[in-house]
């Protein structure tokens, strides 16, 4: 299956107080993190931001269409400029993603289903594929207001990828200075 990679760096960021993925994290942006790993299963990466501060880690910016209504925006923003029949989709705020997570994910991706991963903490709706045929449906939840990821699945076939069992596997996103 073709795909390509978005990263999801467009939050406000809010209770970290500043860009999360730009911050460093054991002594590197927490962006990059993700970016080393990423290029392991695949190099055509895109950053979905409306912040240019991203260019200099020398990947295509992706800007938002709509702000402030999460990563749905996101998600539609970066289906909508795709090339590909799917895209997988990370935040910029897991900097423990390892290529074993994203091997299986692709691995049990399907033609035209969300393939989404699940930890231990419950479903992981920004690490996973979304088909490009899903747009239509994404655009009508923002017209809607329906900004929750989650209420896709209502309406788009989805599947899961466990992850519960594997111990050594960290989905634990970075959302404050604690966190760090």
Do not use: W
């Not at 999360?20 to 054991?26: I, R, S």
């Not at 909508?80 to 423990?96: A, G, T």
């Amino acid at each position: 299956m073709e795909f390509e990679i978005h990263i999801l760096a467009g939050g406000k960021s809010s209770r970290m107080g500043q860009d999360k993925g730009l911050m460093e994290y054991k002594g590197i942006p927490m962006i990059q993190h993700i970016i080393d790993t990423c290029e392991k299963l695949d190099d055509s990466i895109k950053i979905i931001t409306n912040n240019y501060a991203y260019k200099k880690f020398g990947k295509e910016i992706i800007s938002d269409n709509f702000s402030s209504i999460g990563p749905i925006g996101g998600i539609q923003a970066g289906l909508n400029k795709s090339k590909e029949d799917h895209v997988l989709f990370l935040p910029c705020d897991v900097p423990h993603i390892s290529f074993e997570v994203l091997d299986e994910l692709e691995s049990c991706a399907e033609e035209g289903v969300i393939t989404i991963a699940c930890d231990s903490v419950g479903l992981q709706p920004l690490i996973g594929f979304y088909p490009k045929s899903i747009l239509p449906k994404i655009e009508t939840h923002i017209k809607e207001e329906k900004y929750k990821i989650t209420h896709l699945f209502d309406s788009i076939p989805y599947k899961v990828v466990n992850f519960e069992t594997a111990p050594s596997i960290n989905f634990k996103n970075i959302n404050s200075e604690v966190d760090l």
